[in-house]
């Protein structure tokens, strides 16, 4: 989804003229970058939360010359959503089999013992802060 889709979706929705839901739109955006840009964490309870992840300095390599250079420590943006998104993601991911899965929930949380959900649309499905359950 693009930022023009995501605008219009909204605007759909709430019944604003586009012109002001972009404004909304990049306010909430610019208030993430701002605060991410000063050090601070973004939590949006029940979404998900942003945070910066440093990465240390490295050794690279110039893919055109094959020289190794050094690559400086940087600060980048990441993003987590929350568990329960996590759940319901990859039961729609997995209820749609033309979807390529680039990794399965397993790999992305081994902490967390669950099972996958039976095969029932989402309003029969209930999900729960352990996992989803029938």
Known sequence: MTK?????????????????TTTVVDLFLQ??????????????????SFRLRHRAPRAGRNPKTGE???VPAKQVPWFKVTFP????IDFLRSSMP?????????ECSPKKKWRRPPQLPLSETKVSQYGVSD
């Not at 979706?9 to 002001?20: E, N, S």
């Open 68 to 70: 190794t250079v050094q």
């Open 85 to 88: 998104h996590r759940v319901r």
């Open 98 to 106: 033309n979807i390529p899965k680039k990794a399965s929930f397993q």
């Open 4 to 20: 023009a889709e995501l605008v219009d979706k909204v605007a759909a929705t709430i019944q604003l003229p586009k012109h002001q």
């Open 31 to 48: 208030c993430i970058i701002d605060a991410l840009s000063i050090g601070d964490k973004v939590e949006l309870r029940g979404f998900g």
